[in-house]
Protein backbone atom coordinates (compact mmCIF):
# COMPACT_ATOMS: atom_id res chain seq x y z
CA UNK A 1 0.00 0.00 0.00
CA UNK A 2 1.02 3.75 -0.91
CA UNK A 3 2.41 5.10 2.14
CA UNK A 4 0.40 8.71 1.37
CA UNK A 5 -2.80 6.42 1.08
CA UNK A 6 -1.92 4.55 4.77
CA UNK A 7 -1.30 7.78 6.44
CA UNK A 8 -4.50 8.84 5.37
CA UNK A 9 -6.55 6.29 6.46
CA UNK A 10 -5.00 6.08 10.15
CA UNK A 11 -5.68 9.96 10.67
CA UNK A 12 -8.35 10.61 12.88
CA UNK A 13 -11.34 12.39 10.74
CA UNK A 14 -11.89 15.03 13.14
CA UNK A 15 -8.13 16.20 12.95
CA UNK A 16 -7.53 18.77 10.23
CA UNK A 17 -4.76 17.39 7.99
CA UNK A 18 -2.21 19.75 7.00
CA UNK A 19 -0.79 19.82 2.99
CA UNK A 20 2.53 20.83 1.92
CA UNK A 21 4.57 20.94 -1.24
CA UNK A 22 6.85 17.90 -1.34
CA UNK A 23 8.90 16.28 -3.97
CA UNK A 24 8.26 12.76 -5.31
CA UNK A 25 10.59 10.87 -7.38
CA UNK A 26 9.78 7.75 -8.84
CA UNK A 27 12.36 4.60 -8.17
CA UNK A 28 15.22 3.85 -10.91
CA UNK A 29 15.37 0.34 -9.74
CA UNK A 30 11.45 -0.69 -10.71
CA UNK A 31 11.14 -2.38 -14.24
CA UNK A 32 9.69 1.37 -15.32
CA UNK A 33 11.99 3.39 -17.42
CA UNK A 34 9.52 6.28 -16.32
CA UNK A 35 11.98 8.50 -13.41
CA UNK A 36 9.95 11.58 -14.04
CA UNK A 37 9.72 14.13 -10.76
CA UNK A 38 6.13 15.03 -10.05
CA UNK A 39 4.70 17.56 -7.55
CA UNK A 40 1.90 16.40 -4.65
CA UNK A 41 0.42 17.20 -1.87
CA UNK A 42 1.06 15.13 0.64
CA UNK A 43 -0.18 14.94 4.33
CA UNK A 44 2.02 16.00 6.87
CA UNK A 45 2.19 14.18 10.51
CA UNK A 46 3.35 17.37 12.62
CA UNK A 47 1.31 20.49 12.80
CA UNK A 48 -0.94 22.89 11.16
CA UNK A 49 2.28 25.23 10.19
CA UNK A 50 3.71 22.66 7.39
CA UNK A 51 6.51 21.67 9.75
CA UNK A 52 7.25 18.76 8.06
CA UNK A 53 8.33 17.29 4.76
CA UNK A 54 8.10 14.12 3.70
CA UNK A 55 10.32 13.46 0.53
CA UNK A 56 11.33 10.11 -2.02
CA UNK A 57 14.22 7.90 -1.94
CA UNK A 58 14.75 4.98 -3.55
CA UNK A 59 12.69 2.99 -1.54
CA UNK A 60 10.00 4.42 0.22
CA UNK A 61 9.82 7.49 2.14
CA UNK A 62 11.95 9.55 4.47
CA UNK A 63 11.04 12.51 6.99
CA UNK A 64 12.36 15.59 7.20
CA UNK A 65 11.80 18.01 10.70
CA UNK A 66 12.20 22.01 9.44
CA UNK A 67 13.72 24.89 11.07
CA UNK A 68 10.54 25.13 13.20
CA UNK A 69 11.30 21.38 14.84
CA UNK A 70 14.77 21.40 15.47
CA UNK A 71 14.92 25.25 16.82
CA UNK A 72 13.78 23.62 20.37
CA UNK A 73 16.49 21.82 20.42
CA UNK A 74 19.51 24.12 19.32
CA UNK A 75 17.54 26.99 21.63
CA UNK A 76 18.91 25.00 24.93
CA UNK A 77 22.61 24.47 23.66
CA UNK A 78 22.43 28.20 23.10
CA UNK A 79 21.32 28.75 26.48
CA UNK A 80 23.92 27.25 28.13
CA UNK A 81 26.72 29.10 26.21
CA UNK A 82 25.07 32.61 26.57
CA UNK A 83 24.35 31.54 30.79
CA UNK A 84 27.24 29.29 31.60
CA UNK A 85 30.21 29.31 28.86
CA UNK A 86 29.80 32.92 28.27
CA UNK A 87 32.34 34.82 30.00
CA UNK A 88 33.78 31.83 31.90
CA UNK A 89 37.67 30.95 31.52
CA UNK A 90 38.30 27.06 31.54
CA UNK A 91 41.80 26.24 33.15
CA UNK A 92 41.54 22.67 31.52
CA UNK A 93 38.40 20.37 30.43
CA UNK A 94 37.99 18.42 34.07
CA UNK A 95 37.22 21.72 35.75
CA UNK A 96 34.37 22.15 33.66
CA UNK A 97 32.13 19.55 35.32
CA UNK A 98 31.98 20.78 38.79
CA UNK A 99 31.30 24.11 37.40
CA UNK A 100 28.68 22.90 35.60
CA UNK A 101 27.21 21.20 38.44
CA UNK A 102 27.22 24.15 40.94
CA UNK A 103 25.27 26.11 37.76
CA UNK A 104 22.86 23.50 37.52
CA UNK A 105 22.04 23.46 40.88
CA UNK A 106 21.94 27.33 41.63
CA UNK A 107 20.74 28.99 38.00
CA UNK A 108 19.39 26.50 35.59
CA UNK A 109 17.38 24.13 37.40
CA UNK A 110 15.72 26.46 40.16
CA UNK A 111 14.51 28.88 37.72
CA UNK A 112 11.14 29.11 35.54
CA UNK A 113 11.07 27.60 32.63
CA UNK A 114 9.23 29.93 29.91
CA UNK A 115 7.02 27.49 28.58
CA UNK A 116 6.14 25.20 31.69
CA UNK A 117 6.08 27.96 33.89
CA UNK A 118 7.88 25.09 36.65
CA UNK A 119 11.05 24.68 37.80
CA UNK A 120 12.97 22.30 36.23
CA UNK A 121 14.07 20.07 39.49
CA UNK A 122 10.09 20.08 40.44
CA UNK A 123 9.50 18.15 37.07
CA UNK A 124 12.70 15.82 37.09
CA UNK A 125 11.16 14.75 40.37
CA UNK A 126 7.62 13.60 39.01
CA UNK A 127 9.79 12.07 35.92
CA UNK A 128 12.24 10.45 37.31
CA UNK A 129 9.89 7.36 38.48
CA UNK A 130 9.04 7.01 34.51
CA UNK A 131 12.47 6.61 33.82
CA UNK A 132 14.02 3.45 32.17
CA UNK A 133 17.68 2.08 33.06
CA UNK A 134 20.72 2.91 31.52
CA UNK A 135 22.07 -0.27 29.57
CA UNK A 136 24.83 -2.25 31.70
CA UNK A 137 26.93 -1.73 28.17
CA UNK A 138 27.87 1.99 27.04
CA UNK A 139 26.93 2.22 23.71
CA UNK A 140 29.73 2.17 21.21
CA UNK A 141 30.07 5.06 19.67
CA UNK A 142 33.11 4.80 17.33
CA UNK A 143 32.53 4.90 13.02
CA UNK A 144 33.86 1.69 11.82
CA UNK A 145 34.43 1.22 8.26
CA UNK A 146 37.15 -0.71 6.37
CA UNK A 147 40.66 -0.05 5.52
CA UNK A 148 43.56 -1.60 3.67
CA UNK A 149 47.00 -2.12 5.08
CA UNK A 150 50.35 -1.39 2.93
CA UNK A 151 53.26 -3.62 2.33
CA UNK A 152 55.00 -1.21 5.01
CA UNK A 153 52.70 -2.58 7.67
CA UNK A 154 51.17 0.98 8.01
CA UNK A 155 47.21 2.01 7.72
CA UNK A 156 46.87 5.75 6.56
CA UNK A 157 44.32 8.03 8.33
CA UNK A 158 44.32 11.36 7.42
CA UNK A 159 47.90 11.56 6.32
CA UNK A 160 48.90 9.43 10.20
CA UNK A 161 50.46 6.81 9.69
CA UNK A 162 49.72 3.50 11.81
CA UNK A 163 51.45 0.40 12.39
CA UNK A 164 49.88 -3.44 12.29
CA UNK A 165 51.56 -6.53 12.73
CA UNK A 166 53.99 -7.80 9.82
CA UNK A 167 51.28 -10.74 9.40
CA UNK A 168 48.70 -8.08 8.38
CA UNK A 169 50.79 -6.26 6.00
CA UNK A 170 48.88 -5.68 2.71
CA UNK A 171 45.26 -7.07 4.08
CA UNK A 172 41.89 -5.40 4.62
CA UNK A 173 41.03 -4.76 7.75
CA UNK A 174 38.20 -3.20 10.01
CA UNK A 175 38.84 -0.12 11.42
CA UNK A 176 36.96 1.27 14.71
CA UNK A 177 37.53 5.07 15.07
CA UNK A 178 37.17 6.74 18.26
CA UNK A 179 38.18 10.58 19.63
CA UNK A 180 40.85 9.59 21.67
CA UNK A 181 41.73 5.71 19.96
CA UNK A 182 41.73 3.79 17.11
CA UNK A 183 41.52 0.13 16.69
CA UNK A 184 42.52 -2.44 14.19
CA UNK A 185 40.39 -5.87 13.94
CA UNK A 186 41.25 -8.74 10.99
CA UNK A 187 38.00 -10.33 11.26
CA UNK A 188 36.89 -10.30 14.42
CA UNK A 189 40.37 -10.29 16.30
CA UNK A 190 41.96 -7.16 17.45
CA UNK A 191 45.23 -6.95 16.61
CA UNK A 192 46.25 -3.10 16.80
CA UNK A 193 45.18 -0.48 19.45
CA UNK A 194 46.60 3.02 18.79
CA UNK A 195 46.40 6.63 20.41
CA UNK A 196 44.75 8.90 17.73
CA UNK A 197 46.87 11.41 16.74
CA UNK A 198 45.13 14.98 15.00
CA UNK A 199 48.35 15.79 14.07
CA UNK A 200 49.66 15.62 10.62
CA UNK A 201 51.84 13.10 8.54
CA UNK A 202 52.79 11.41 11.34
CA UNK A 203 53.96 7.83 11.98
CA UNK A 204 52.43 6.12 15.07
CA UNK A 205 54.19 2.43 15.73
CA UNK A 206 53.93 -0.22 18.51
CA UNK A 207 57.16 -1.19 19.18
CA UNK A 208 55.63 -5.01 19.48
CA UNK A 209 54.81 -4.72 15.81
CA UNK A 210 58.12 -4.94 14.82
CA UNK A 211 59.91 -7.06 17.33
CA UNK A 212 58.83 -10.08 15.82
CA UNK A 213 59.86 -8.60 12.04
CA UNK A 214 63.81 -7.70 13.45
CA UNK A 215 63.58 -11.16 14.74
CA UNK A 216 63.29 -12.99 12.19
CA UNK A 217 65.76 -10.01 9.73
CA UNK A 218 68.13 -11.39 12.58
CA UNK A 219 67.80 -14.90 11.49
CA UNK A 220 67.58 -14.28 8.08
CA UNK A 221 70.79 -12.04 8.31
CA UNK A 222 72.92 -14.62 10.68
CA UNK A 223 72.16 -17.59 8.31
CA UNK A 224 73.05 -15.88 5.24
CA UNK A 225 76.25 -15.19 7.03
CA UNK A 226 76.69 -18.67 7.86
CA UNK A 227 76.20 -20.14 4.35
CA UNK A 228 78.81 -17.68 3.04
CA UNK A 229 81.42 -18.82 5.58
CA UNK A 230 80.79 -22.58 4.96
CA UNK A 231 81.00 -21.77 1.19
CA UNK A 232 85.19 -20.56 2.18
CA UNK A 233 86.65 -23.42 2.97
CA UNK A 234 86.40 -27.25 3.79
CA UNK A 235 87.54 -26.87 6.64
CA UNK A 236 84.95 -24.07 7.73
CA UNK A 237 82.35 -26.46 9.19
CA UNK A 238 84.66 -27.85 11.64
CA UNK A 239 85.51 -24.87 12.34
CA UNK A 240 82.53 -23.34 13.18
CA UNK A 241 81.59 -26.21 15.20
CA UNK A 242 84.24 -25.51 17.28
CA UNK A 243 83.02 -22.05 17.74
CA UNK A 244 79.71 -22.64 19.03
CA UNK A 245 81.10 -25.02 21.91
CA UNK A 246 84.44 -22.80 22.78
CA UNK A 247 83.35 -19.16 22.60
CA UNK A 248 79.88 -17.55 22.96
CA UNK A 249 78.45 -15.27 20.74
CA UNK A 250 79.10 -17.78 16.70
CA UNK A 251 78.02 -15.29 14.97
CA UNK A 252 80.00 -12.30 15.76
CA UNK A 253 83.01 -14.46 15.37
CA UNK A 254 81.63 -15.58 11.81
CA UNK A 255 80.54 -12.13 10.38
CA UNK A 256 83.89 -10.74 11.21
CA UNK A 257 85.76 -14.07 9.19
CA UNK A 258 83.73 -13.87 5.96
CA UNK A 259 84.69 -9.75 6.27
CA UNK A 260 88.28 -10.45 6.62
CA UNK A 261 87.73 -13.18 3.63
CA UNK A 262 87.16 -9.92 1.55
CA UNK A 263 90.27 -8.41 2.47
CA UNK A 264 92.64 -11.12 2.37
CA UNK A 265 90.94 -13.70 -0.50
CA UNK A 266 88.90 -17.21 0.55
CA UNK A 267 92.71 -19.08 -0.16
CA UNK A 268 94.66 -16.82 2.87
CA UNK A 269 91.42 -17.27 5.03
CA UNK A 270 90.88 -21.04 4.09
CA UNK A 271 94.97 -21.76 5.26
CA UNK A 272 94.05 -19.40 8.26
CA UNK A 273 91.23 -21.66 9.34
CA UNK A 274 93.29 -24.77 8.35
CA UNK A 275 96.39 -23.47 10.90
CA UNK A 276 93.81 -22.39 13.25
CA UNK A 277 92.44 -25.92 13.77
CA UNK A 278 96.16 -27.16 13.92
CA UNK A 279 96.94 -24.76 16.86
CA UNK A 280 93.45 -25.23 18.53
CA UNK A 281 92.91 -21.59 18.33
CA UNK A 282 88.99 -20.58 18.09
CA UNK A 283 88.20 -16.69 17.31
CA UNK A 284 88.00 -14.22 14.66
CA UNK A 285 90.99 -13.03 16.53
CA UNK A 286 93.06 -15.60 16.08
CA UNK A 287 92.26 -15.53 12.20
CA UNK A 288 93.55 -11.63 12.02
CA UNK A 289 96.38 -12.42 13.76
CA UNK A 290 97.81 -15.16 11.13
CA UNK A 291 96.94 -13.33 8.27
CA UNK A 292 98.39 -10.13 9.80
CA UNK A 293 101.60 -11.39 10.11
CA UNK A 294 101.60 -13.76 6.60
CA UNK A 295 101.02 -9.73 5.09
CA UNK A 296 103.83 -8.44 7.26
CA UNK A 297 107.09 -7.94 5.33
CA UNK A 298 109.89 -9.58 6.89
CA UNK A 299 113.13 -7.80 7.94
CA UNK A 300 116.51 -8.36 5.17
CA UNK A 301 119.06 -10.39 6.58
CA UNK A 302 122.30 -8.63 7.92
CA UNK A 303 125.94 -10.02 7.83
CA UNK A 304 127.12 -12.16 10.11
CA UNK A 305 129.88 -11.12 12.56
CA UNK A 306 132.19 -13.66 14.33
CA UNK A 307 133.98 -13.24 17.47
CA UNK A 308 136.90 -15.10 18.97
CA UNK A 309 137.43 -16.33 22.30
CA UNK A 310 141.04 -14.07 22.61
CA UNK A 311 139.51 -11.28 21.09
CA UNK A 312 136.72 -11.35 24.10
CA UNK A 313 139.79 -10.93 26.40
CA UNK A 314 141.70 -8.32 25.35
CA UNK A 315 140.09 -5.23 26.64
CA UNK A 316 141.37 -2.12 27.81
CA UNK A 317 139.72 -0.89 30.27
CA UNK A 318 140.20 2.98 32.17
CA UNK A 319 141.92 2.78 35.88
CA UNK A 320 139.53 2.94 38.45
CA UNK A 321 138.78 5.79 40.39
CA UNK A 322 139.06 5.25 44.19
CA UNK A 323 138.98 8.73 45.38
CA UNK A 324 134.94 8.52 46.60
CA UNK A 325 136.71 5.71 48.81
CA UNK A 326 139.37 7.45 50.87
CA UNK A 327 138.67 8.71 54.37
CA UNK A 328 137.90 12.00 54.74
CA UNK A 329 140.13 14.30 56.95
CA UNK A 330 138.44 16.23 59.73
CA UNK A 331 139.59 19.25 60.07
Same mark, same amino acid.
Given at each position: ?????????????????????????????????????????????????????????????????????????????????????????????????????????????????????????????????????????????????????????????????????????????????????????????????????????????????????????????????????? !??????????????????????????????????????????????? !????????????????????????? !????????????????? !????????????
Amino acid at each position: MDPVHLHRSNWPESRPVPYLWCSRRLSTHSNTADSRQSRTHVPATGGTDGSLEIVSCTRGYWVQFAIQAKGRVENGVGYVKKNFLNGLEIPSFPAVNPAARQWLETVANVRLHGQTHRKPIELFSEEKSRLQPLPIMPYDCAVVRPIGTNGCCRVVLATNRYSVPPLYASQKLTLKLYPDQLLLFHHEKLIATHPRSYDRRQNVTNPDHTKDLLVQRKKARDQTLLLTFL !ALSSHAQAYARKLEDKRLNTSHHVQKIVALSEIYGPQKVDRALQDAL !AFQAYGCEYIANILEQWERPGLPPA !ALHLTRRQDLLDLDLPP !ADLTPYEPKQNS
